[in-house]
């Protein structure tokens, strides 16, 4: 009966935790999270509250709890060095060591390593610390993605047509990166569908999962700004519906070479989830970036769907024989709709902007599944916060079906909340089918 510490209070960590509950082993589970999110209370045996840079009470938690290993959900932990605090005290966790990690904390990191090692799937790119030399690789580009080299909580990259139009404009936003931040990188942007593959990884074996969708963007037809994610969907084949079985393969051999090349580089092994953001282009799959975690909220499409002991994935990846056991998912479809304050991505002077920190009601869900994000259960009930709220998912035979449960379980959330009425429906994925047929020419 493993005691097992997981890190994070999102929505995320709410389906691991759901995923570690469902486990035949029995484990207890200790939570350490920032805010009390009561889904994973519910199921933790005990939690504490607390910073994610605290990483003393971190690891004081897991020892006086006899933690067997752990699970960290969230990239914060991660580039603060969890992973390699609780190795000092022996206890060893699915997530990267703080070095490791740079392959989501350290763009620069990833786009050089993919560059060194020949690896398929990079842009053109340039990483700069100051400005010269900026304006003359613009000119050589046709879009142009401009990323802070760091954590920017995946609402930090700025990208041509998007947030800025012309190359002066791009030139003002990357001195004004400058001026905050050590470096940059300057890329060429592309046209095509994206998707997240994320990837179960000991270090030598990489282990593909269903294929996910994310939405960005808060408003419906993929406008408004960038949020963290309003809402995902996967699909009973484990395949998007824009994508050939090569982009899949190919997504899958980029994962693998990144992983060998990081052991290379590093002489350790990654151990946890990368998880890449792939584009499908007209010139095949392109990397956009790695993040070294479960999505939020592709997690909640992919975890509920496991057919595999998710404890007995944890304890392969950190005895590294994933390549021993055998990973199985329903063949279902997903749709994952978040329902966040009706302010959420909005500028602090909307009106709506004072739905944050508002009580909210939440009824029966029917079908769906429930999962919290950054909610504060008090006494008198459960607030909103600033941030994404709750993330209901429905699980089918078929899109349609899933997509339905998700849409009668979002109505049960009463309060300032909104949500996206479009993400799973059959008119948008044609839109994303179609919008591809257009840059293959076919
Ligand atoms: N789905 C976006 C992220 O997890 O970063």
């Known amino acids: 009966m493993p005691n097992i510490l997981l890190v994070g209070n999102g929505a995320r960590e709410h389906a691991l935790a759901e995923a570690i509950s469902r486990s035949e082993q029995k484990p207890l589970l200790f939570s350490f999270m920032k805010t009390n999110n009561p889904g994973i209370a519910s199921l933790s045996e005990k939690i504490k509250l607390g910073s994610y840079a605290d990483l003393e009470a971190i690891t004081g938690f897991a020892a006086e709890n006899k933690i067997t290993f752990a699970v960290i959900g969230p990239e914060d932990p991660l580039n603060n060095g969890i ?30 390593l993919v560059s060194k090692y020949n690896i398929p799937g990079n842009p053109q790119f340039k990483v700069f610390k100051e400005i010269d030399g900026v304006e003359a690789f613009l000119d050589q580009l046709e879009g142009i993605v401009i990323k802070p080299d760091g954590l920017t909580g995946g609402k930090g990259v700025l990208v041509q047509g998007d947030h800025f139009s012309t190359k002066q404009e791009a030139l003002n936003l990357c001195k004004q990166i400058l001026a905050e931040s050590s470096s940059l990188i300057v890329e060429e942007k592309f046209d095509g569908e ?13 282990v593909g999962t269903p294929l996910v969708q994310d939405h960005k963007r808060r408003f419906e037809g993929d406008k408004g700004p960038n949020t963290g994610g309003m809402g995902s969907y996967s699909l009973p084949d484990h395949s998007m519906p824009f994508l050939k079985p090569k982009d899949l393969e190919d997504g899958l051999e980029i994962t693998r070479q990144v992983a060998a090349a990081l052991w290379k580089e590093t002489g350790s092994l990654y151990k946890g989830v990368m998880y890449g953001g792939f584009i499908a282009t007209k010139n095949g799959v392109k990397l956009l970036e790695y993040n070294a975690r479960f999505g939020d909220p592709e997690a909640m499409n992919i975890l509920p769907l496991l057919k595999t002991d998710f404890v007995e994935i944890c304890r392969h990846i950190i005895a590294g024989t994933l390549d021993k056991l055998k990973i199985e998912f329903e063949p279902k479809a997903t749709v994952c709709k978040y329902v966040v304050p009706k302010g959420y991505g909005l500028p602090a002077d909307h009106p709506d902007a004072a739905s944050s920190r508002a009580k909210i009601e939440v009824g029966d869900v029917g079908k769906a599944r429930l999962y919290y994000s950054s909610v ?27 997509c339905k449960i998700a849409e009668e379980g979002v109505k049960a959330v009463s309060g300032p909340v909104a949500y996206r009425t479009d993400i799973g429906t059959d008119a948008l994925i044609q839109k994303r089918i179609d919008h591809m047929k257009k840059i293959r020419k076919e």
């Not at 504060?376 to 899933?402: C, F, H, Q």
């Open 376 to 402: 504060d259960k008090k006494e008198d009930g459960l607030y909103l916060s600033s941030s994404r709220a709750i993330g209901i998912v429905g699980i089918a035979n078929t899109l349609e079906k899933a």
């Open 194 to 206: 994206e998707f997240s593959l994320q990837c179960l990884c000991d270090g030598k074996t990489v």
């Open 83 to 112: 992973v390699d605090a609780l190795a000092k005290i022996g206890i060893p966790a699915v997530g990267p060591t703080k070095s490791l990690a740079r392959l989501e904390t350290s763009k620069s990191f990833t786009r050089n």
